[in-house]
């Protein structure tokens, strides 16, 4: 599923270099299936649009700067990579106001979830940490394409921490 098939209410935002397409997220579903997983700072359902599973993280209107930073880091230019959730949009449910990013649902769970489920021979764990790596090592490149650089979208704090 696309933007450009998505035949809802729309509006463009203007984030920094970006546009992002917000949804009156309220018309967007056909149902919240099930809640497949639930942090400090947001919730994610399983929901159905138009046939299709997505994901829904849900940001209580508390949260609304971690739905920004998050928003954001999604609005990078170029980032597309097998072992990152497709964006498909970002909006607010007009009830209670609480922020939402629409993505594209990892069919196996959270990576935490799945390895808390799961046993794994040495090859396929291998497999597993070489995946991992190469998502890590593309979230922290600086990159060239088509004209235009991309930023790595990571800094080191002072504990020498990654963050994303």
């Not at 984030?15 to 949804?23: K, M, P, Q, S, Y």
């Not at 291998?126 to 991309?150: I, N, P, T, V």
């Not at 080191?156 to 994303?164: F, T, V």
Request: net charge negative; charged share 15%.
């Amino acid at each position: 599923m696309d933007l450009t098939s998505l035949e809802l209410q729309q509006e463009s935002i203007y984030v920094g270099r970006w546009t992002l397409w917000a949804f009156c997220i309220d018309s967007l579903f056909d149902s919240f299936i099930q809640i497949v997983g639930s942090g400090h700072f947001a919730s994610v359902w399983q929901g159905s649009y138009q046939g299709t599973t997505v994901a829904v993280k849900v940001f209580p209107t508390w949260c609304r700067q971690e739905f920004t930073v998050e928003r954001e880091v999604y609005g990078l230019p170029h980032l597309v990579h097998a072992g990152i959730a497709h964006f498909l949009g970002a909006g607010r449910k007009s009830d209670s106001g609480d922020c939402v990013l629409l993505l594209e649902l990892a069919t196996c769970g959270s990576l935490s979830s799945f390895l808390s489920k799961n046993s794994s021979d040495w090859t396929t764990t291998l497999k597993l940490a070489q995946s991992l790596s190469e998502g890590l090592a593309y979230l922290h490149s600086d990159f060239y394409r088509h004209g235009m650089y991309g930023p790595s979208s990571s800094t080191s704090s002072s504990s020498s921490l990654s963050l994303l």
